[in-house]
């Protein structure tokens, strides 16, 4: 059973007491809001003027705790994205895989995709995505063919190896 612990002036833990009484985050000082109004029985004004809330923003803050709609403390989780949440590329491989099977070209598939409401940003279907259409393919190298080349000699030590 849980048992009051007074505290008294001389206490080393009374310099502590403002992380409590004055929470700098915002989900503290919303939960010391709420627990001062249903614990200590202060008015919507009192628990408000205590911990920089209106009267109104106090009725919000409690009617939000009552519907569920707030969320206090995080839950617990690994990093990253949440099960069963997999990147629209992975949600769309196999149709990609799919309709490159028939032969269609990356411009075909990407207005395929794109009819169908999954649009991807990838540019290669061999990854499971192509180029949204409408957009302009790589630079391809037909048009340096009559360029010379770097202006720069190769780095020292490295010839032409086969």
């Not at 004055?22 to 004004?45: C, I, K």
């Not at 403390?73 to 949600?91: E, I, L, M, S």
């Not at 391809?140 to 009559?146: D, E, M």
């Not at 030590?157 to 086969?162: D, E, T, V, Y």
Request: hydrophobic share 35%; with cysteine.
């Amino acid at each position: 059973m849980w048992q009051a612990c007074h505290v008294t002036a001389r206490s080393p833990q009374r310099g502590e007491a403002g992380w409590f009484t004055a929470p700098a985050q915002l989900n503290h000082r919303r939960y010391e809001a709420l627990r001062a109004w249903f614990t200590e029985g202060l008015t919507y004004a009192q628990a408000g003027q205590r911990f920089g809330y209106t009267r109104w923003a106090m009725v919000s803050l409690v009617r939000e705790f009552r519907a569920g709609k707030l969320d206090l403390f995080a839950q617990p989780r690994k990093p990253g994205p949440p099960p069963g949440a997999a990147p629209a590329k992975d949600r769309a491989r196999g149709r990609v895989l799919e309709l490159r099977r028939q032969g269609l070209s990356t411009y075909e598939i990407s207005a395929r995709l794109a009819a169908e409401g999954r649009p991807l940003n990838r540019r290669d279907p061999r990854r499971g995505g192509v180029r949204p259409a409408g957009t302009r393919p790589a630079a391809s190298r037909k048009h340096l063919a009559g360029h010379p080349g770097p202006r720069h000699a190769p780095a020292p030590g490295i010839g032409h190896r086969l």
